[in-house]
Nanobody, 118 residues
Framework: VQLQASGGGLVQAGGSLGLSCAAS????????MGWFRQAPGNKRVMVAH???????DYADSVKGRFTISRDNTENTVFLRMNSPKPDDTATYFC?????????????WGQGTLVTVSS
């Protein structure tokens, strides 16, 4: 599975920015997809993610501001970031949990930098 993320960049606080992530390769093995982020000096943490039942889960810090969505026909997941704050500045990583025949594997996109200016 390969994940290609796009859409990062500079956004003003209170603005809006969208990220997208397209999966390719053995997409039939993917169970869930979502987004993580990592700020400098911090651990990578979940931002928004679908669970195995297709229910979206959000980090408390982004609830009500960020929205995850997906296009199953295109194997693509999106993240709409509304009213971002400077604390949202981080590298955002697309994630996919897949179950190939031999087990379980996490896949990561290359990361896209989001900078929120105050």
């Amino acid at each position: 599975v390969q994940l290609q993320a796009s859409g990062g960049g500079l956004v003003q606080a209170g603005g809006s920015l969208g990220l997208s992530c397209a999966a390719s390769g053995s997409v039939s093995e993917i169970e869930t997809m979502g987004w993580f982020r990592q700020a400098p000096g911090n651990k990578r943490v979940m931002v928004a993610h679908y669970d195995a039942d297709g229910i979206a889960d959000y980090a408390d810090s982004v609830k009500g501001r960020f929205t995850i969505s997906r296009d199953n026909t295109e194997n693509t997941v999106f993240l709409r970031m509304n009213s971002p704050k400077p604390d949202d500045t981080a590298t955002y990583f697309c994630h996919a949990l897949a179950y190939p025949s031999w087990g379980r594997k996490n896949y990561w996109g290359q990361g896209t930098l989001v900078t929120v200016s105050s």
